[in-house]
């Protein structure tokens, strides 16, 4: 199971009282479109936690990274076939342009093989790169480092 | 090799109906996340103007919302799937960060935004999005024109991106904590606009002659209107001296220092060609657009100003 906090998108509970609960997430990307599945996945299990009040706030500083996903995190994107980000790159002072493909060591999550190449940056979701095994030949989903 | 994640069958998950057993109506035009700014401190910095405020926020919030909207129009449209993918991707991150910065300004200036009809769910950055005229638009004229070939959008979303993301290393520092915290998430999605963009640049510029030849077309056709991104529109002097924004002007240097790293790696000589003049002066900021953002907008907007009070 990969949960919110595992990937670092939960960012606070606050049990106010009895049965009021605060809870605080963070978009991963400016246009996520699952903002409002996890807001209501949150109010359905707190609710039948025993909450009568439910808030879910939106957190946008500081911006998520993907050092902040946690090892079970990342063996649970690994189990489903995802592979996981590496170390995000600094995002103060200027940002460097790069136009060779990003290098990254992965390897792929079928078959451990690390002979992979990158088909694209942009996949099946706003947070993953398209990768291709070089070894199985499967295709698989890399979550970007941001 | 790892054993696959069995989820239980009592995983709500598993039913793609059970979200429907609840009311859950919400507006039809947009999502059901009531506000994008929701528990984010939207306080006004002491000092600071809020109309000036409101009127900047507007103005980086046009410009990805009709950004996102052009390149939102090559879905199923690009040369090749993983193309597709990638320019569905750059749209959807503008207009996430279109509607945060759409939600910041109606928030810092409630009297901006349009009057809907009493019931109409809409929530203020839909109310701006859809229900504004072309000349109540503030995005620079690089946003909205029309579409052409896959080198004119590689080319478009280069000089955007280079531009954006120049401005918003500088935003990040802005004394206003939603557009600091806007800049500081968006200038990692736009440095990967920006590289993907980049190196399509390179890439069609050494490709085939074809390639080549529309790749300088398009860069001769767009060309007119990257001098207009640097600008300094009174609002944005305002904001900047305030603190909350950035004058253009400041980030040409650098924006041009980038984009003529692109232009040497791809062997392209920078265009002569002569800035697109404004109409009396005015440009994209200050409301003056070309036909084609109307015709934009009465697609974009139709159905959502049909269905004002829409609920779904």
């Not at chain 1, 906090?5 to 009282?17: C, F, I, S």
């Not at chain 1, 109010?43 to 039948?48: A, I, S």
């Not at chain 2, 506000?35 to 103007?49: F, K, Q, Y």
Request: hydrophobic share 45%; aromatic share 6%.
């Amino acid at each position: 199971m990969l949960t919110l906090a595992d990937l670092g998108v939960l960012r606070g509970v606050d049990v106010v009282g009895d049965s009021h609960v605060v809870v605080e997430i963070t978009p991963t990307y400016s246009g996520c479109p699952a903002m409002a599945a996890m807001r209501d996945d949150l109010v359905r299990e707190l609710t039948g936690a025993g909450f009568d009040r439910v808030e879910v706030r939106v957190s946008l500083d500081p911006a998520w990274t993907t050092d902040w996903i946690t090892p079970d995190g990342r063996a649970a994107l690994a189990a489903a076939g995802i592979s996981p980000p590496g170390p995000a790159p600094s995002s103060t002072g200027p940002i460097p342009l790069t136009l060779l493909p990003t290098a990254r060591q992965v390897r792929c999550p079928q078959c451990d093989s690390p002979a992979t190449e990158l088909v694209s940056e942009f996949g099946s979701t706003a947070c993953k790169a398209q990768y291709r095994c070089s070894c199985c030949l499967e295709p698989f989903d890399h979550v970007k480092e941001i | 090799m790892t054993e696959h994640v069995h989820t239980s069958p009592e995983d709500e998950h598993e039913s793609a109906y059970s979200g429907l057993l609840v009311n859950d109506a919400h507006w039809a035009f947009g999502t059901d996340f009531e506000d994008p700014l929701a528990g984010v401190d939207t306080t006004i910095p002491e000092g600071i103007d809020a109309p000036t405020l409101a009127a900047y926020a507007l103005m980086l919030g046009d410009d990805s919302l009709v950004m996102s909207h052009r390149i939102a129009e090559w879905t199923s449209n690009a040369p090749e799937l993983e193309d597709d993918i990638a320019l569905s991707n750059i749209a959807l991150d503008l207009l996430g960060q279109a509607r945060l910065l759409l939600a910041r300004a109606a928030k810092a200036d409630e009297s901006i935004v349009p009057a809907l009809p009493d019931g109409s769910p809409a929530p203020p950055e839909d109310a701006l999005a859809f229900f504004r005229e072309a000349h109540e638009f503030r995005n620079v004229r690089l946003a909205e024109v029309v579409n052409g070939d896959f080198a004119e959008a590689t080319v478009r979303v280069l000089l955007f991106s280079v531009w954006r993301l120049a401005v918003w290393e500088q935003l990040r520092t802005s004394r206003d904590h939603v557009l600091a915290a806007v800049a500081a998430k968006g200038v990692k999605e736009l440095a990967y606009h920006r590289d993907y963009a980049a190196r399509w640049f390179v890439t069609l510029a050494q490709g085939t002659d074809e390639s080549r030849s529309r790749l300088l077309a398009a860069l001769d056709a767009l060309w007119p209107l990257w001098p207009e991104l640097f600008d300094t529109h009174p609002v944005e002097a305002a904001a900047a001296g305030s603190g909350v924004g950035v004058d253009p002007a400041t980030v040409r240097e650098s924006a041009e220092a980038v984009l003529d790293q692109v232009l040497a790696a791809a062997d392209v000589p920078r265009p002569e060609v002569a800035r697109r003049a404004g109409v009396l002066g005015r440009t994209g900021r200050d409301g003056m657009h070309g036909e084609p953002l109307s015709r934009m907008l009465a697609e974009m907007q139709s159905v959502a100003r049909a269905h004002p009070k829409g609920l779904w």
